[in-house]
């Protein structure tokens, strides 16, 4: 397991970067530095035209690793060069052995769905996972799994779908992990702008929709998202959904997620609201069935209230509900995760999704240097068993910056019911287009392999977007242009991915 080092440096020299700093977090609880500390531990990685150095200083102990350097080897064979160094050095001096070896990327599956398209063998493919970045067998083994499993349903992807994501950036409180942008609207001033901002909310869909039309989209999946959507009034929900509702012919829909993820602010009445204006899976995101664990996170409920929402959902008919769990949270063991999933599973949601807690930077957990359970979190992703053994396959895995012990987060589901809307844009299978505060639209070039990527935003904040909206319309006309580039190509016919 990783140390724990809140007195840990990281010095970074010469060309030293993004790769060897994300590498020694495998190892280390880090915080950057300029210089080394006159006392107290750190880590200094050097990367010089001729030569890389690692010298570590731990415990008054000072130990280092020298290699050679090309100073004419193209910048990834000099940087996997030196994570390489890096990541042995310090593997020797720990005893660490990460689960996915000196792999920094967060969609490890793309990477086999990449190489099988380029015509890889799948001896090729677990060379690269086990050979060349050094993964566990059983790492290399779920994300080949979920590939395989993935499979169908990208080659049914056409090249011109594309999903929608609505955003509400409020929520009833703010969990001590969140970085989200999102306003708490228990306060005065927040509650007076839901009402703005539904209305120019619906203005942009409105937007969303003609663009979409006028370059030939076809949107497949629909996805309210947050902060919490439910903190909304069930009339300003009525709202949102009757406007998608005329907007987009719903029967088309692959899928129409929605999160009701709080149980402080979804009543039986809202969850009446998404099953009667088309949802066909929401979310419900206990993150912990720990009363104490909540209360450590800044969830003003208890886990009581999680399983009688749970149950309202059920009586309301939604028969497709995800459930979100995170391990690693403030105050939780590895008996009390693993109590945490047991109560999940035997609810028998369709999907259950289990995050690593990631360290954010904008997160109260990290402005507060709030502990958390750091070092017991791969035990806690142990239980993970427990799904398979109820019925629940992997369909979707993805790593994030910051993530404990640099591990990963897996959505399990019921066979066939996997979460569309997280594989495509996980994958990044098509274009999403965004709308809300925080909104980023990604637009994928249709039908290529390794297809160019960009993106258009919106304004962060709810105040911004309402006061600068006519900016955020305007934008929408990068859509237009980005796609008047394969205008003469046919786009439908177009090779797949």
Same mark, same amino acid.
């Given at each position: 397991?990783?140390?724990?080092?809140?007195?840990?440096?990281?010095?970074?020299?010469?060309?030293?970067?993004?790769?060897?700093?994300?590498?020694?977090?495998?190892?280390?609880?880090?915080?950057?530095?300029?210089?080394?500390?006159?006392?107290?531990? =750190?880590?200094?990685?050097?990367?010089?035209?001729?030569?890389?150095?690692?010298?570590?200083?731990?415990?008054?102990?000072?130990?280092?690793?020298?290699?050679?350097?090309?100073?004419?080897?193209?910048?990834?064979?000099?940087?996997?060069?030196?994570?390489?160094?890096?990541?042995?050095?310090?593997?020797?001096?720990?005893?660490?052995?990460?689960?996915?070896?000196?792999?920094?990327?967060?969609?490890?599956?793309?990477?086999?769905?990449?190489?099988?398209?380029?015509?890889?063998?799948?001896?090729?493919?677990?060379?690269?996972?086990?050979?060349?970045?050094?993964?566990?067998?059983?790492?290399?083994?779920?994300?080949?799994?979920?590939?395989?499993?993935?499979?169908?349903?990208?080659?049914?992807?056409?090249?011109?779908?594309?999903?929608?994501?609505?955003?509400?950036? %409020?929520?009833?409180?703010?969990?001590?992990?969140?970085?989200?942008?999102?306003?708490?609207? /228990?306060?005065?001033?927040?509650?007076?702008?839901?009402?703005?901002?539904?209305?120019?909310?619906?203005?942009?869909?409105?937007?969303?929709?003609?663009?979409?039309?006028?370059?030939?989209?076809?949107?497949?999946?629909?996805?309210?998202?947050?902060?919490?959507?439910?903190?909304?009034?069930?009339?300003?929900?009525?709202?949102?959904?009757?406007?998608?509702?005329?907007?987009?012919?719903? /029967?088309?829909?692959?899928?129409?997620?929605?999160?009701?993820?709080?149980?402080?602010?979804?009543?039986?009445?809202?969850?009446?609201?998404?099953?009667?204006?088309?949802?066909?899976?929401?979310?419900?995101?206990?993150?912990? %069935?720990?009363?104490?664990?909540?209360?450590?996170?800044?969830?003003?409920?208890?886990?009581?209230?999680?399983?009688?929402?749970?149950?309202?959902?059920?009586?309301?008919?939604?028969?497709?509900?995800?459930?979100?769990?995170?391990?690693?949270?403030?105050?939780?063991?590895?008996? /009390?995760?693993?109590?945490?999933?047991?109560?999940?599973?035997?609810?028998?949601?369709?999907?259950?999704?289990?995050?690593?807690?990631?360290?954010?930077?904008?997160?109260?957990?990290?402005?507060?240097?709030?502990?958390?359970?750091?070092?017991?979190?791969?035990?806690?992703?142990?239980?993970?068993?427990?799904?398979?053994?109820?019925?629940?396959?992997?369909?979707?895995?993805?790593?994030?910056?910051?993530?404990?012990?640099?591990?990963?987060?897996?959505?399990?589901?019921?066979?066939?019911?996997?979460?569309?809307?997280?594989?495509?844009?996980?994958?990044?299978?098509?274009?999403?287009?965004?709308?809300?505060?925080?909104?980023?639209?990604?637009?994928?070039?249709?039908?290529?392999?390794?297809?160019?990527?960009?993106?258009?935003?919106? =304004?962060?904040?709810?105040?911004?977007?309402?006061?600068?909206?006519?900016?955020?319309?305007?934008?929408?006309?990068?859509?237009?242009?980005?796609?008047?580039?394969?205008?003469?190509?046919?786009?439908?016919?177009?090779?797949?991915?």
């Amino acid at each position: 397991m990783a140390e724990e080092s809140n007195a840990m440096r990281l010095i970074l020299c010469g060309t030293a970067g993004y790769e060897a700093e994300h590498t020694a977090r495998m190892f280390f609880r880090m915080q950057r530095a300029d210089c080394p500390p006159p006392d107290g531990d =750190y880590l200094l990685v050097s990367a010089k035209p001729y030569a890389f150095l690692a010298l570590l200083r731990r415990g008054g102990v000072t130990r280092w690793q020298a290699l050679p350097a090309n100073p004419d080897a193209d910048l990834p064979s000099r940087e996997y060069a030196l994570c390489k160094m890096l990541y042995q050095f310090l593997q020797r001096q720990t005893g660490i052995r990460p689960p996915w070896g000196m792999m920094t990327g967060v969609r490890p599956v793309r990477i086999i769905h990449d190489m099988r398209a380029a015509g890889a063998t799948e001896q090729q493919i677990e060379d690269r996972f086990i050979g060349h970045f050094d993964c566990t067998r059983q790492r290399f083994d779920m994300a080949k799994r979920i590939a395989d499993l993935q499979r169908s349903i990208l080659e049914a992807a056409r090249p011109m779908d594309c999903s929608l994501y609505a955003g509400i950036p %409020f929520c009833p409180s703010r969990c001590s992990y969140c970085s989200f942008v999102s306003r708490t609207v /228990g306060d005065k001033a927040t509650r007076a702008l839901v009402q703005p901002y539904v209305d120019c909310l619906c203005r942009e869909l409105d937007t969303m929709r003609q663009v979409a039309a006028d370059c030939g989209l076809d949107v497949k999946t629909l996805y309210i998202g947050g902060g919490t959507p439910t903190s909304l009034s069930a009339d300003q929900l009525r709202q949102l959904m009757g406007k998608l509702a005329g907007l987009f012919d719903l /029967g088309r829909l692959q899928e129409y997620t929605v999160e009701a993820g709080r149980p402080d602010c979804t009543d039986y009445e809202k969850l009446c609201v998404l099953k009667e204006y088309g949802a066909t899976r929401i979310s419900i995101n206990p993150q912990t %069935f720990s009363d104490q664990v909540l209360k450590n996170i800044g969830r003003k409920h208890t886990a009581r209230d999680i399983l009688d929402c749970f149950a309202a959902a059920r009586r309301a008919g939604h028969g497709n509900i995800n459930m979100d769990l995170i391990a690693g949270l403030p105050g939780d063991t590895v008996e /009390g995760f693993r109590k945490s999933l047991k109560t999940a599973i035997s609810l028998e949601p369709e999907n259950i999704t289990v995050h690593t807690l990631t360290l954010k930077r904008a997160s109260n957990l990290v402005v507060e240097h709030r502990a958390a359970a750091y070092d017991d979190v791969a035990r806690m992703l142990e239980s993970c068993a427990l799904l398979e053994q109820a019925g629940y396959v992997p369909y979707y895995l993805y790593r994030q910056k910051g993530t404990l012990q640099n591990l990963e987060n897996i959505g399990w589901c019921k066979p066939g019911y996997e979460g569309l809307y997280n594989i495509y844009i996980m994958e990044e299978v098509h274009t999403i287009l965004s709308a809300g505060a925080g909104g980023s639209t990604k637009l994928v070039q249709p039908g290529v392999r390794h297809a160019r990527i960009e993106r258009i935003f919106n =304004y962060k904040y709810p105040t911004e977007y309402i006061d600068h909206f006519d900016t955020v319309l305007s934008r929408k006309e990068g859509v237009k242009d980005f796609y008047a580039e394969f205008s003469d190509t046919d786009p439908q016919t177009a090779g797949g991915r």
